[in-house]
């Protein structure tokens, strides 16, 4: 069985050099009021020279943003946001490609274990789950800034409290919120009439169908969330895994899900020996035609597909009747990163109305909005309107059966547990 290599991200010589004094932008940011909640805010003379000092910080800095690159989709939208912020705000982007975020998370350990304590070499993580529970854990992030930010408002936290909230973990404001994401599963019409509505629809429809479903090799984190999607359908009771996973009885709780697998595994694609290395890798076996059924994370993905011409026409998206898992994903500086002004005015970016119609547009990435629309006014919110007619495209109001992500603790066990279970087939 293949696994996923590490990656050690290599980072390119920095063009340009920035010595102003970080203590002074960590007064600026701790010196910006709370917006507003409860409503579409306004700045104040006070918070504006605050966040004019830091802007003013960030012209020629350099920021490296570690952040997944395996998706075409996604890096080209990283891209626009280089050139926007290169022409906004005098800011270089260096979107640092990776393929586990762990890694990332390693580096600045390890920085902090050698003693570097205000030259890190990333400035900007995209992160969420158990990778920032670690980092808040050992003390790895910068903040609290994200309610400082004068975009963080149009979010209306008080109303969408996901926004504060990572797998169960509180974010405390040590990351930023930038895009929502919902399990979604989708089929070929043309070889599937009605798809499985459950997980025990799934397994027989599977066993009635041998070799034409699968789901991305664990750990890989597509591969992890059906492990979680299929818990959650498949045990009595969720309590447990909303709460740290040494608190419950692991083999007892994750039983069923173990059963279920090895009952699913002989009638998967390739009898269940080898997995797609990823959500990318799954979609290309759709559109190959070796597989019927499949789902990702980004709901608009499949009907951006099918525009590409990576999947047919026939194809058609849907979420399972009890809902399926969703959640928000953020952004963090870390502790010792060297341009801390440049990714506060990054992640201010990247909640703007501007960059977060751009990004739910199907025809750029289709990654869902964190801001409330009520918060904008009526210009702003046409921005995010799309009228375009896509029978590929998942009906909006499909994705108010959401799930909540269990305790991030509960994904590494299963990962390892899995791997134990299948990992040399």
Not at 38 to 55: H, Q, R, Y
Not at 146 to 154: Q, R, V
Not at 306 to 326: C, E, I, K
Request: hydrophobic share 40%; proline share 8%; charged share 20%.
């Amino acid at each position: 069985m293949n696994r996923i290599a590490p990656f050690f991200a290599r980072l390119r010589p920095r063009t340009r050099v920035f010595s102003r004094s970080l203590a002074t932008i960590a007064l600026a940011v701790t010196a910006l009021p709370s917006l507003a909640q409860d409503a579409t805010p306004t700045i104040s003379d006070s918070n504006l020279k605050g966040w004019a000092a830091i802007e003013e910080a960030a012209k020629g800095q350099t920021v490296y943003w570690n952040a997944w690159g395996g998706d075409n989709r996604t890096n080209e939208y990283l891209a626009w946001v280089a050139d926007e912020l290169e022409a906004r705000h005098d800011i270089e982007l260096v979107h640092v490609k990776l393929s586990d975020t762990s890694t990332a998370v390693s580096r600045v350990i390890a920085e902090k274990a050698a003693g570097n304590l205000d030259a890190g070499a990333i400035d900007l993580i995209w992160i969420n789950g158990e990778n920032f529970a670690a980092m808040k854990d050992n003390d790895l992030l910068f903040g609290p800034f994200a309610e400082a930010l004068p975009n963080y408002g149009l979010t209306r936290p008080q109303s969408n409290p996901e926004v504060r909230v990572d797998f169960t973990v509180p974010t405390g404001g040590f990351e930023a919120p930038w895009g929502k994401a919902q399990l979604t599963f989708y089929y070929d019409s043309a070889r599937l009439e009605t798809p499985p509505g459950d997980m025990a629809e799934l397994l027989d429809w599977a066993e009635d169908h041998p070799g034409r479903f699968t789901y991305p090799l664990v750990p890989d984190f597509t591969g992890s969330t059906f492990l979680k999607q299929a818990l959650i359908e498949l045990t009595d009771d969720t309590t447990p895994l909303y709460k740290p996973v040494e608190k419950s009885d692991f083999a007892a709780v994750t039983a069923p899900l173990w059963d279920y697998l090895d009952a699913l595994h002989p009638h998967l694609w390739r009898d269940g020996r080898h997995f797609p290395a990823s959500g990318p890798e799954m979609k290309r076996l759709m559109g190959d035609g070796e597989l019927s059924l499949a789902f990702t994370f980004i709901p608009s993905e499949p009907a951006a597909a099918v525009a590409d011409f990576q999947l047919p026409p026939t194809t058609r998206s849907y979420v399972l009747d009890g809902g399926t898992l969703g959640n928000v994903h953020f952004v963090a500086i870390p502790f010792n990163a060297s341009h801390k002004a440049g990714a506060l005015v990054t992640a201010n970016f990247l909640l703007s109305p501007h960059a977060q119609a751009h990004k739910q547009d199907p025809a750029v990435w289709g990654d869902r909005t964190v801001l409330d629309l009520d918060a904008l006014d009526e210009e702003a919110r046409a921005a995010f309107i799309d009228d375009r007619d896509n029978p590929a495209a998942l009906p909006a109001e499909a994705l108010s059966k959401t799930l909540p992500e269990p305790h991030p603790s509960w994904m590494e066990r299963l990962e390892e547990a899995w791997l134990e279970r299948y990992g040399s087939q």
